[in-house]
């Protein structure tokens, strides 16, 4: 047992990583008996208030094939306060249009909300709501991930002329 969790899965073919993978060897039990992937001591960083908590301050997510459950990547705490918000912003929440504030996609779509707020930003779906979320939610960490995949700035400036443009045409579209 001890021995397996040293070798090197990358060097291993794929058929053995693919076993290797079904044991799920990390993992632990709540006191309320529900499996939790991760060590007992284990620590996370709330992606929230950025503090570095025991697994215990983490509420469950999804759980893993063996049963065990993924854990949040926000605090209890912090996931508690931004759950009042939404509740709250979505009682103030404008009616909901027929596509994506965002991606402009005809999808399933949820209230947005600013985070430390209960105001709303808009009804955008799931993909654009964890897309922007996992980068911060700022200008910053978008342009960040534009940068990253285009390097010429002229080609970024001149993209964002023509999604700006597309974006409007199609809004004026539907309104006349
Ligand atoms: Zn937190
Ligand atoms: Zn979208």
Not at 97 to 124: Q, S
Not at 150 to 175: C, P, S, W
Request: aromatic content about 6%.
């Amino acid at each position: 047992m001890g021995n397996k969790r040293k070798i090197n899965l990358n060097t291993l073919p794929l058929i053995q990583n693919k076993q290797h993978h079904k044991t799920h060897t990390n993992f632990h039990f709540r006191p309320t008996g529900i499996k939790i992937v991760g060590g007992e001591n284990d620590k996370q960083e709330c992606k929230e208030c950025h503090k570095i908590l025991l697994l215990t301050a983490f509420t469950t997510h999804t759980p893993r094939s063996d049963g065990a459950y993924y854990l949040r990547k926000i605090c209890r705490e912090c996931h508690t306060i931004i759950y009042r918000e939404q509740v709250a912003a979505r009682k103030n929440a404008p009616p909901r249009p027929d596509r994506c504030d965002c991606c402009h996609k005809d999808m399933k779509l949820e209230v947005d909300h600013i985070h430390g707020t209960t105001k709303v930003r808009g009804w955008i779906c799931r993909n654009c709501n964890s897309g922007t979320g996992a980068l911060g939610d700022t200008l910053e960490g978008v342009l960040q991930a534009a940068i990253y995949l285009e390097h010429d700035i002229e080609k970024i400036i001149e993209t964002l002329h023509k999604v700006y443009g597309e974006i409007f045409a199609r809004i004026n579209e539907k309104k006349f």
